[in-house]
């Protein structure tokens, strides 16, 4: 089982919503990621968690709250969030050994309306 | 700040054709990574680099690393339609056992026959 399992896969939101993504892995991976895409650009790293503890946090804003409540989950919570944070959210895991490649979930298509 | 470029952006070749993407960064490092991307979809690892001079090939597409020129190539023989897609190279600068991936722009790749 090589998936990384992300849901919802589809997401609209009001600015005053609180919400939550989630992902999901079975691999035994212990590093686990959350990127942000926007349309056209490449992903961007926003949090990385090894052995369940958060390891970088490359500067998110506050209303992106991570979460990993074991070995095999990663949630993002979602506050107050703006127009723009509108993209696809994806969630990836590796081993967390130097050079072992990532695998990535389908991602969540969020719309902040 | 780790830079990677990646080009060209945009590719539009003929069915049958060869043609190469050139990736370069900015900082030492020797893990490289190669990742399609279909529209709207997620990102399918293709290659993994690890050392200076990596060579690897699956079907008509092969991915090479030079360090010392900090310079990765994607080079694809005989393009066939299915190949039609986004291609981005990212780079790990984290140092330890997590990702720290930096990704270039993307190309854009399209196949006509």
């Known amino acids: 089982d090589t998936e990384v399992t992300q849901t919802p896969k589809h997401l609209v939101m009001g600015m005053t919503n609180k919400k939550s993504l989630k992902c999901e892995q079975h691999?035994?991976?212990?590093?686990m990621y959350w990127y942000k895409q926007k349309a056209k650009k490449p992903p961007e790293l926003m949090f990385v968690?090894?052995?369940?503890?958060?390891?970088i946090n490359e500067s998110v804003p506050s209303r992106f709250s991570p979460e990993c409540p074991n070995s095999s989950l990663l949630n993002l919570h979602l506050h107050a969030l703006q127009p723009e944070d509108s993209a696809l959210y994806l969630c990836?895991?590796?081993?967390?050994?130097?050079?072992?490649?990532?695998?990535f979930g389908q991602g969540t298509r969020l719309t902040v309306v | 700040e780790l830079k990677v470029e990646q080009n060209p952006l945009f590719l539009s070749m003929q069915e049958g054709k060869n043609y190469t993407i050139y990736c370069n960064y900015s900082t030492t490092s020797d893990r490289l990574y190669w990742y399609r991307q279909d529209p709207g979809k997620s990102l399918e690892s293709l290659f993994v680099l690890l050392s200076n001079g990596a060579v690897k090939q699956e079907g008509r597409l092969m991915a090479s690393l030079d360090t010392k020129a900090r310079l990765s190539t994607l080079h694809i023989t005989a393009a066939v339609h299915d190949l039609s897609a986004t291609y981005f190279c990212?780079?790990?600068?984290?140092?330890?056992?997590?990702?720290?991936?930096?990704f270039g722009k993307g190309t854009l790749l399209t196949v006509n026959p």
């Open positions: 691999m035994g991976h212990r590093a």
């Open positions: 968690y090894s052995y369940e503890k958060l390891s």
């Open positions: 990212a780079v790990d600068s984290s140092g330890g056992s997590n990702y720290k991936l930096t």
């Open positions: 990836a895991s590796s081993r967390p050994f130097a050079g072992t490649e990532a695998f």
